[in-house]
């Protein structure tokens, strides 16, 4: 018999049940829980008059729908702040830890999780939100899901899934010179397309993965909704063992010892078979960008958009589509486009390192006048990292400015809107129309690409700084 | 709590030949601040639908009263991006009963299913017919049979089985809801939590 893939040995831990003829019933270590997709599941619970039937596996924090400035006064938008203090009266009443606005561990929700050791390897993690798969980094099955789901894990800790098919997506060798790990991410997606790993659950592997930090991999496995796939993840390592050492919720003395075995015994045999495998030559991923309106729609920031024939005929139309509403040409270069705005931040590249790349290549230098740019870190204790290292200096000294932590401009429901047919060079996980603002105009981009952008106020190759 | 049943449905449809719509488009994302499941069909494809002040854009598909019905038909790829399940309850308010597509994003699926909204996956060929059909006449009226699992255009009487989870289906021809699945079942998540906790 073939060996067990790692998403199969923590799948197969994890089945209380199986329906007949249907899905499994799998049991979810982890519940995380956030103001936009949780009020309705909580209103089910009381509906039904039913209990949260283990608050202790569940932890809530306020991320989406919070103001990036001005945290310590009440939220301005009526709605927002009502949503906001219904999740702190539903974590009250059904006893849900929630590390709510000013908190001293706020933060978006898949940087918190991580960076206070409540994600581990080998857990099943949910959400009601897509860039679960974040926690995939940490060789866990993390995905995200939707409202009635929230509830159903909330009422019974578990959740009917269908299994999903297994793909292997291998990198190997060197990165180039300021090629980071959002490029290796958008790099794929560019290759497969937004529905190219749809159906199958994704392991990233290959010794350019192995090569990376917690962090990098965190861009990675966040991503992976990106290309369809239920979640991505990450064989853990010395790498993740060390970064979740003596984190907050990380397991102490014996209890770590034991963990550490069980860890160990998680990554993928070697004689595992996958459904599908893909592989990628490092070398071959430049600094990317996108120039379209869904991630898909990425290519080498030294090439040209395709040009129409060159594009799939049943795909002609909504690739016309996505032209006129950014305003591109086809085979367009998109060296030296216009920029308007730089955002730095989100579940995808709003942690200590992306702060760190940042400001290390602008230190010195000047924010160019005609753009507008928010750094805002991940969560509190970015933030108080940020501060500490002295980031928040050299940012402020070249005319950049360090909002309080959230979601912010990444999806726009607060007022972090980028104006209607502006462009913004965003280190984001989505380019859809209208995400960053109505008529927001969105490239994806590293924080390398997105400190070039915001030095030139251009779309510049960052290799050009370095 | 139940959902609303769905056994068989013969409607005409609306086009919507896009391909990869995201979750974005079905329902932006300023508007996820309510707290209810209500009312979130006036604001689906908002930013297609309405200019900035909130008039309806004549040139956009829900706005042209030539094409009307419970089903949407969409290019591939329909409901990727966030997993917002206020994008089913957009559609479902908005007064469909299924999409059909040739290919659906996996966590708009499930919210589909468990808001009773029915995900028909077709072939492409198939999916081309029923645009062509839709244009040469809007009257044009589908078959969609849950219990058969069969997707028939009616005026050319061409159908297409499609897929479903069987456990799914059952669900969605008697109403029933995954939450009471579950809970009917609490001793066995007990005797698991007791053996792995």
Redesign the interface.
């Known amino acids: 018999m073939a060996g067990k893939t790692l998403f199969e040995k923590i799948w197969d831990k994890h089945v ?2 199986k ?5 499994s ?1 799998l ?1 979810i270590d982890r519940h995380f829980v956030h103001e ?2 949780s ?2 599941a909580f ?2 619970l009381r ?2 008059g ?1 209990q949260v039937r283990r608050p202790e596996k569940t932890v809530a924090t306020a991320d ?2 919070i103001p990036t400035l001005g945290q310590d006064q009440p939220i301005r ?1 009526e ?2 702040r ?2 906001v203090n ?1 999740l702190a009266q539903n974590c009250e009443e059904f006893g849900v830890d929630l590390y709510g606005l000013n908190h001293k561990w706020n933060g978006i929700v898949h940087v918190i999780g991580p960076e206070l050791g409540i994600t581990r390897p080998g857990m099943t993690i949910v959400c ?3 860039h ?1 798969s974040t926690h995939g980094a940490f060789g866990s099955i993390a995905f ?6 929230v ?2 894990v909330m ?4 959740l ?1 899934q ?1 299994k ?1 098919r297994t793909m292997r997506i291998n990198i190997e060798g060197d990165l180039q010179n300021g090629v980071v790990s959002k490029d290796i991410v958008l790099y794929i997606i560019s290759q497969i ?3 190219g790993a ?2 199958y659950f994704v392991e990233f592997a290959g010794s350019a993965i192995r090569s990376l930090s917690m962090e990098a991999r965190m861009t990675i496995c966040n991503m992976s ?2 290309m ?1 796939a ?1 979640g991505g993840m990450i064989a853990p390592d010395e790498t993740t063992f060390e970064y979740v050492k003596g984190r907050e919720f990380a397991p102490k003395g014996a209890e770590w010892e034991k963990a550490l075995t069980e860890w160990r015994q998680l990554p993928s045999d070697e004689d595992a078979v996958f459904d599908k495998e893909l592989n990628y030559k490092a070398a071959d991923i430049e600094p990317m960008i996108t120039y379209g309106t ?1 991630p ?1 729609m990425g290519i080498g920031i030294s090439q040209s958009i395709p040009k129409l024939e060159d594009i799939e005929k ?2 002609q ?2 690739f016309k ?1 996505s032209m006129q509403y950014m305003d591109f040409q086809p085979g367009d270069a998109m060296i030296g486009k216009k920029v308007d705005y730089v955002f730095v931040g989100s579940c995808t590249n709003g942690r200590i390192e992306d702060l760190r790349a940042f400001a290390s290549f602008i230190k010195g230098k000047k924010k160019a006048d005609n753009v507008t740019a928010w750094i805002v870190p991940g969560s509190h204790q970015v933030e108080a990292q940020a501060e500490e290292e002295g980031i928040r200096q050299i940012l402020e000294e070249a005319g950049f400015e360090m909002r309080q932590p959230g979601c912010s401009a990444c ?3 607060n007022d972090d809107k980028i104006p ?1 047919g502006n462009y913004a060079v965003s280190t984001s996980n ?1 380019n ?4 960053q603002g ?1 008529g927001a105009r969105t490239m994806l981009a590293s924080p390398l690409t997105a400190a070039a952008a915001a030095i030139t106020g251009k779309i510049t190759d960052p290799r050009d700084f370095l | ?1 139940p959902i609303d049943k769905f056994v068989k449905l013969e409607s005409t449809c609306v086009p919507l ?4 719509v ?1 979750t ?2 079905i329902i ?3 508007f ?6 209500e009312g979130f069909g006036d604001n689906l494809f908002a ?1 297609w639908r309405y200019d ?1 002040s909130g008039n309806p854009k004549k040139d956009f598909v829900l706005n042209d009263t030539t094409y009307s019905g419970k089903v949407l038909v969409a ?3 329909f409901g ?7 994008a ?1 309850w957009a559609i479902v308010g908005y007064g469909f009963k299924a999409v059909v597509s040739s ?5 708009f699926k ?2 589909s299913l ?2 009773g909204l029915l995900p028909v996956q077709v072939s ?1 060929e198939f999916l081309e017919e029923l645009f062509q059909a839709i244009e040469k006449d809007p009257q044009a009226k589908v078959e969609i049979d849950l219990d058969n699992q069969k997707i028939t255009l009616l005026p050319t009487g061409k159908s297409e089985s499609f897929d479903i ?4 289906k059952k669900c969605l021809l008697n109403g029933f809801d ?2 009471d ?3 009917n ?2 001793d ?2 007990e005797a ?2 007791k053996a ?1 906790d």
């Open positions: 209380v049940t329906v007949e003829g249907g899905p019933v049991y936009v997709t009020p309705q209103a089910g509906d039904r039913i989406h729908n938008d709605l927002s009502f949503q219904k009601g939100d897509s679960t995200g899901i939707g409202t009635s789901e509830e159903m009422a019974t800790q578990t009917l269908n999903p397309g937004t529905g749809t159906g909704i990106e369809g239920r869904n898909g049943s795909t139309a909504t589509k999806l726009a429901m209607e989505r859809f129309e209208g995400r109505p | 709590m030949p896009i391909e990869n995201d974005d488009q932006p994302a300023r996820l601040k309510a707290t209810t499941r930013d900035k290019g591939q790829n990727s991006g966030s997993s917002r399940e206020h089913a290919f659906f994003a996996d966590i499930n919210n468990n808001n492409k989870n069987p456990y799914k995954d939450i699945y579950l809970l079942i609490n066995e998540i698991w939590e792995h």
